[in-house]
């Protein structure tokens, strides 16, 4: 190890060896981040091997460098390769799994609070007012967008990652806002009839939040404007950085259960099946035409050193360097968690056994899919499209139990939109 020390940010960095004293040149690299540095060539030096020594460590580690290369200026370290533990790889994988499924079981428990947990007139109004309803063209216009969105990131994410930061720390106020403002009218009922302020067109667009406040939904937003601030200024911090992400995460999660809904199966399999086939084409696909997978280059970030905020992050447990995650896509948990909450306001409204109704199978479904996707990851070593896999795990067991009941036709063809049910629909607790 040499006493020449470069201290700063670094993220991707590219070495090229020219001459003898480029090849006898030594490199300590002390990173600003917890997580260990990620080194390799250029493309333009791809199959080569690089000449020059180089290690890098992290900021706390070259600290303390530095302070012993102050007592002797000639320091001497060793280095080993560490071994992953395949027990610590599946933990990481299992409780991954176990939180994205648990994320859809609750997410659809919740998102049918209206059945479960029947309000006043009012209260159900309110309900219906911030619901959305699932279109039949909403899978064409997810596959559009969507690949209109991953390429302009694809080629501009150094100068879109600070947006996307900054989007998904404003949704934590709005998110934060429909969550916790029941809890706190419960908790303080007085509170919530009381007129706080009224807010700026401009911080109401941005926040989505109501312009007229009260103080409960005062005190919410407060909750999550510090969540926001939080994220925003420790996300780089490999301690807590991602803990307060996947809140974030979580909380939108939670959130999308409860105010959007697919009316019927058929929307439902339009818009699975038009995911299903973007997601194998962004991940296997377009390297044909961009060299790289898109999808994986965007959802890690695509070299700028920042995480992309719309996933799931948790601590690799498998002995790997710290700073290690192991990452899932909110999408590849929204997506089959409008179809899960379906089922399970199906088997409310028809009053089927929990045992032998659409929710249970939907769900086992769901992880027997994710549990293919993390088979699929460990014997390619590449990244995978999961809806490759959850897709067909929620829609053949729920279209073969609708056929066995005899209600393909029925679910098919309902609605369950946020416009009220014709009837009377006994509602269970």
């Not at 690799?316 to 995650?325: C, K, N, S, T, Y």
Request: glycine letters at 10%; a neutral charge.
């Amino acid at each position: 190890m040499s006493t020449l020390c470069a201290a700063g940010a670094a993220g991707e960095l590219h070495f090229r060896a020219e001459g003898s004293a480029g090849a006898r040149a030594k490199l300590l690299i002390v990173t600003m981040r917890t997580s260990a540095v990620t080194m390799g060539l250029g493309a333009e030096l791809s199959g080569k091997e690089p000449s020059i020594p180089a290690l890098g460590i992290s900021k706390a580690a070259g600290r303390q460098v530095l302070l012993a290369m102050q007592k002797d200026k000639k320091l001497t370290a060793s280095c080993w390769k560490r071994k992953g533990s395949v027990f610590g790889d599946l933990l990481s994988e299992a409780f991954t799994g176990v939180l994205a499924v648990a994320l859809v079981a609750v997410g659809a428990w919740y998102g049918v609070e209206d059945l479960r947990r029947p309000g006043t007139a009012e209260e159900d109004a309110q309900r219906q007012s911030e619901t959305v309803s699932v279109e039949e063209s909403a899978g064409l216009h997810f596959v559009l967008f969507g690949s209109l969105l991953l390429t302009v990131l694809y080629f501009f994410m150094k100068y879109l990652i600070y947006l996307l930061l900054f989007l998904f720390a404003s949704g934590a106020v709005s998110t934060t806002c429909v969550l916790l403002e029941p809890a706190f009218a419960s908790c303080f009922p007085a509170l919530r009839a009381k007129k706080a302020c009224t807010l700026p067109d401009v911080v109401v667009n941005v926040l989505g939040v109501e312009k007229e406040q009260t103080w409960t939904e005062v005190l919410s937003e407060l909750v999550g404007l510090v969540l926001a601030v939080c994220f925003l200024i420790f996300r780089n911090d490999d301690d807590i950085g991602w803990a307060l992400q996947d809140i974030i995460a979580i909380m939108f999660l939670l959130t999308l259960q409860r105010t959007v809904r697919l009316p019927n199966l058929k929307v439902g399999t339009l818009l699975l099946i038009c995911t299903f086939f973007f997601d194998i084409f962004w991940v296997f696909i377009s390297p044909v035409i961009f060299k790289k997978s898109v999808m994986i280059e965007v959802a890690t970030g695509g070299g700028t050193g920042q995480s992309v905020p719309m996933v799931l992050k948790i601590p690799a447990l498998d002995g790997e360097l710290p700073g290690q995650f192991k990452i899932l896509g909110l999408g590849d948990i929204a997506i089959p968690g409008l179809l899960i909450s379906l089922l399970l306001r199906h088997d409310l409204v028809k009053r089927h056994r929990r045992c032998a109704g659409y929710f249970l199978a939907g769900v086992i479904g769901y992880a027997v899919g994710l549990l293919a996707t993390f088979v699929s990851l460990y014997l390619m070593q590449h990244g995978q499209p999961a809806l490759l896999f959850l897709v067909p795990g929620t829609l053949v067991p729920t279209c073969i139990i609708a056929l066995r009941k005899g209600e393909l036709k029925d679910l098919w063809a309902a609605n369950y939109g946020p416009e009220p049910l014709e009837g009377d629909v006994e509602k269970q607790s």
